[in-house]
């Protein structure tokens, strides 16, 4: 499949560790915040969501953390595995006539065997 | 498979030419979002239908037009394209007017020669 965003930061990670994954957001005013995973060649994939009324939202092997005092987002999947390898966006989302979508520029994840 | 399909898969055209994407929600889905995705501007939204309404814009040249059918399915028209708007076209669905957690399409890959 395609390659999306071929000069995106890498994290390697071994299979087994956990691995963190961050964003810096900037809008102040945003309120709700999105991961996305995408597998090369297919669309996003929704992972978890958190609002901004919280900082800390736990899914399964994944945890969001929220810090709204630096305006940043982290993305930790625990005992990655090599069907995590994809490339990890957040986004943030405000409403202000109509809803307002950013994305980040994602991180591309490298499980080693 | 997120339910969501997407025509063409790929798309070749040349600069000036007009193309239609199309997009077909999850049964059920009355909205449909559009997002474009290019190597160097990551994702973007680009405009939200809702039930055959639009209900949100975000970065979408004035070249660029969409539409809801009554059958919910979605067009999204390129016009004189340029080489820029080569670029992963997605589209998504969800059940709600404003839902955040959207199912992502397998995206059209267009190429402008």
């Known amino acids: 499949g395609e390659s999306v965003g071929l000069h995106l930061p890498t994290l390697s990670v071994q299979e087994g560790d956990n691995s963190i994954i961050n964003c810096a957001y900037s809008n102040s005013a945003s309120d709700y915040f999105i991961w996305y995973k995408q597998e090369s060649g297919k669309g996003p994939q929704f992972i978890i969501d958190?609002?901004?009324?919280?900082d800390k939202r736990q899914g399964q092997r994944v945890t969001v953390l929220l810090n709204k005092t630096v305006k940043h987002l982290s993305l930790q999947i625990a005992a990655t595995q090599p069907g995590d390898s994809a490339v990890y966006f957040c986004a943030e989302i405000w409403d202000n006539y109509g809803q307002n979508f950013v994305f980040g520029p994602g991180t591309r994840l490298s499980v080693l065997p | 498979d997120s339910g969501v399909t997407q025509t063409p898969k790929h798309l070749i055209t040349a600069t000036g030419q007009r193309v239609t994407l199309r997009c077909s929600p999850r049964s059920g889905d009355l909205s449909v979002y559009w997002y474009q995705q290019s190597l160097d501007q990551g994702l973007q939204f680009l405009i939200q239908y809702y039930n055959g309404e639009e209900r949100a814009k975000g970065n979408i040249l004035e070249r660029f037009s969409a539409q809801q059918f009554p059958d919910l399915h979605s067009e999204l028209n390129l016009s004189s394209l340029e080489l820029g708007d080569s670029a992963l076209y997605f589209c998504?669905?969800?059940?709600?007017?404003?839902?955040?957690?959207?199912?992502f399409g397998p995206g059209t890959r267009l190429t402008v020669t």
């Open positions: 998504a669905s969800s059940p709600l007017m404003s839902s955040y957690e959207q199912y």
């Open positions: 958190i609002r901004s009324n919280m």
